[in-house]
């Protein structure tokens, strides 16, 4: 039996109803049934109000004995049992179940218990008096795969409070582990060691300064000794998560006032710094628990990080130090006491400060000191990675601009239009490419590729291609002459090239205007042509991909751009976008959408084409798309830009 239960009062009544019904579905008896029903209420009845999240219960019937587990969302609040006379839950739990532990994963906490049927019991282990029953301690995989206890196990007990009874030697521990598995594992100190072992773990847990064994005066209701150990590392891991997800250092900076407001502190303030680029120490973020009281917050701390953190106590050590905040509003009481400030050191380098404090009479714990010692370097670690991150990206972002025409060239008497997506995230040039650029004083030229493969690899051809094919026309060589050539270098380069490639000269009005167009097509998609009229040919047959035979020669095709009519030059991701097994093209269909773009302009043409590409796939594309529109117009049109892209 398994249900979410909402964070509210009358889940524990529910529960209770739940259980009642599973057990006597079961057909448990009356003691074992009560007993049941009592702990299941106890631990929800705990979830509820210590967590405030929804809760997940589960009973199961497990041949002779009941096992019931009570989940929550808020790992950070760990279990404890209480002997002041407050907190009974736990209490129950340990007094009357056979067997029960808690375990702990960066999402979740479970306590779990198990109870045996009265007809599994014999001789003193059948009565419920705690003295005489044994009881198992706990274990971390969880409940589910537990054995029940051989009647020989040692007694349970809590994870904190220093009233705790010492664990035998064969009992287990809650200590610090990885935050996907149960925080614990079995003592590894003999048997004469674990009362001081006890006794040294609660000191530790209760708020003790360094050095000393008392509890912190003014200890905070910020934190208490439950976020030690399993809290600490479910924190420290939720924080690890979250932060290397970022790759920008101002959202790092903001994440981490998110993350230890209001949790630990009032207030968190992270300054970023750059010595390396002699970036002087800013402002980053500013985060407040009581928004209202941002501005002035932000306003105190403008002028710079805490000098403490510059001194030898608290310089490339990354030690948290505390200081007094730069606002007389912190009373005597708390002087020193109320703030916290530490320098983000990564690779012995520093990166920024981080600090926060509270206001009032709450002094921050020494073991907050050392958690947020340990929180400092996850975020000066996130804020290398967002800062080499955005160093990449922006010498990825220079070098792929350089890939795609910079300039614009006006075509007289026609209309131009470019759609160009590649496919990457933050990517601006891919395996395709286009270049529209001015051969002569009445020659024009276009080329639209695709480079066989993607990366870095097809890059280096991209980069190849368009300075060759630029400098080839300008020398004077017709389209053949200088697929030819580019052919040879392609080859070199071992990798393959299908190419668009033409020349365009504005013809005469005095005999019809237009443009006379040579066009070759290797190894591309065939341009295609629509006549004034609406009907949509190829317009030149495809020849071999470039690279593949150094010795081949290609050969071009002339024709006659009429004004009104238009040419359409693109790459496979256009012809090949796929819709489970079919293609776009399959059936003529780049042809029948070309056509439906009748008495539409260059840019009209582009755009309606490429929604009918988008909206033929059910997902993103996978490939490069890039698109080229050539259409003529009559004697006297404006020019227009050849090579601004679509936005």
């Avoid at 890939?403 to 209309?415: N, S, V």
């Avoid at 286009?434 to 020659?443: L, N, W």
């Avoid at 276009?446 to 066989?452: I, K, M, N, R, T």
């Avoid at 190849?464 to 053949?480: D, M, S």
Wanted: hydrophobic letters at 40%; a neutral charge.
């Amino acid at each position: 039996m398994g249900r979410e239960l909402p964070g509210a009062a009358g889940s524990a009544s529910v529960a209770r109803g739940l259980v009642r019904s599973a057990l006597a579905a079961w057909e448990v008896g009356a003691p074992t049934r009560d007993t049941m029903v009592l702990l299941v209420s106890e631990l929800v009845t705990n979830a509820v109000v210590h967590a405030g999240t929804s809760v997940r219960l589960e009973c199961r019937h497990e041949g002779d004995a009941l096992l019931a587990t009570v989940s929550d969302r808020y790992p950070g609040r760990t279990v404890a049992v209480r002997d002041d006379g407050r907190g009974r839950g736990l209490r129950l739990v340990r007094a009357l179940s056979d067997e029960w532990g808690s375990s702990y994963r960066r999402d979740r906490k479970t306590v779990w218990f198990r109870l045996a049927l009265a007809s599994a019991r014999s001789g003193p282990c059948a009565g419920r008096a705690e003295a005489v029953r044994p009881r198992g301690a706990r274990r971390p995989e969880g409940p589910s795969a537990l054995p029940r206890p051989a009647g020989a196990g040692g007694t349970a007990w809590a994870e904190h409070g220093a009233a705790n009874p010492p664990a035998p030697a064969n009992s287990r521990a809650a200590v610090g582990g990885s935050p996907d598995e149960a925080i614990a594992r079995p003592h590894t100190e003999p048997p004469e060691a674990l009362p001081t072992a006890l006794a040294r773990g609660a000191r530790r847990r209760s708020g003790s300064a360094r050095g000393g064994g008392h509890p912190a005066a003014g200890a905070s209701p910020h934190v208490d000794a439950g976020w030690v150990t399993p809290g600490t590392v479910s924190f420290l891991a939720e924080a690890s998560d979250l932060l290397t997800g970022q790759l920008d250092e101002d959202r790092v900076a903001a994440l981490a006032g998110q993350l230890l407001v209001p949790r630990f502190a009032d207030w968190c303030a992270v300054w970023l710094e750059d010595p390396d680029r002699g970036v002087p120490p800013r402002l980053a973020r500013v985060w407040h628990h009581a928004e209202e009281q941002l501005d002035e917050l932000r306003r105190r701390l403008a002028s710079g990080p805490p000098a403490t953190t510059r001194a030898a106590d608290g310089g490339l050590n990354g030690h948290a130090v505390r200081w007094f905040p730069p606002f007389a509003e912190v009373p005597a009481a708390a002087r020193g006491r109320s703030a916290v400030a530490c320098r983000l050191i990564a690779g012995g380098r520093a990166v920024g400060t981080l600090a926060l404090g509270r206001a009032g009479r709450d002094a921050i714990p020494d073991e907050v000191l050392r958690l947020v010692e340990d929180f400092a370097r996850r975020v000066a670690l996130s804020v290398v990675s967002a800062r080499r991150y955005a160093q990449q990206a922006t010498i990825s972002q220079v070098l792929q601009r350089g890939l795609l025409p910079r300039g614009e060239a006006a075509l007289p008497h026609t209309e131009t239009a470019v759609v160009y997506e590649p496919v990457g995230e933050n990517a601006y040039a891919g395996g395709d490419f286009y270049d529209v650029f001015r051969a002569g004083p009445d020659r024009w030229c276009f080329a639209l590729g695709d480079v066989c493969g993607k990366g870095p690899e097809a890059a280096v051809v991209t980069g190849l291609a368009r300075p060759v094919l630029r400098l080839l026309a300008r020398e004077g060589y017709g389209v053949p002459g200088t697929l030819d050539r580019l052919n040879r270098e392609v080859g070199e380069q071992t990798r393959f090239l299908s190419l668009v490639y033409g020349e365009l000269v504005p013809r005469d009005p005095s005999v019809g205007g237009g443009l006379r167009c040579t066009v070759a097509s290797a190894g591309h998609p065939p341009p295609l042509l629509r006549e004034a009229g609406g009907a949509v040919r190829a317009a030149v047959t495809p020849q071999l991909l470039l690279g593949i035979d150094d010795h081949v020669h290609y050969e071009s095709q002339t024709f006659t751009l009429a004004p009104g009519e238009t040419l359409l030059c693109v790459t496979d991701g256009v012809t090949e976008r796929r819709s489970g097994s079919r293609q776009f093209d399959d059936h003529d269909g780049l042809a029948a959408v070309f056509a439906e773009c009748a008495g539409r302009d260059a840019r009209g043409t582009a755009e309606h084409i490429r929604r009918a590409v988008h909206d033929f796939g059910t997902g993103e594309p996978t490939d490069d798309l890039a698109l080229l529109v050539l259409r003529a117009t009559g004697p006297g049109a404006p020019d227009t830009p050849a090579i601004r892209p679509l936005p």
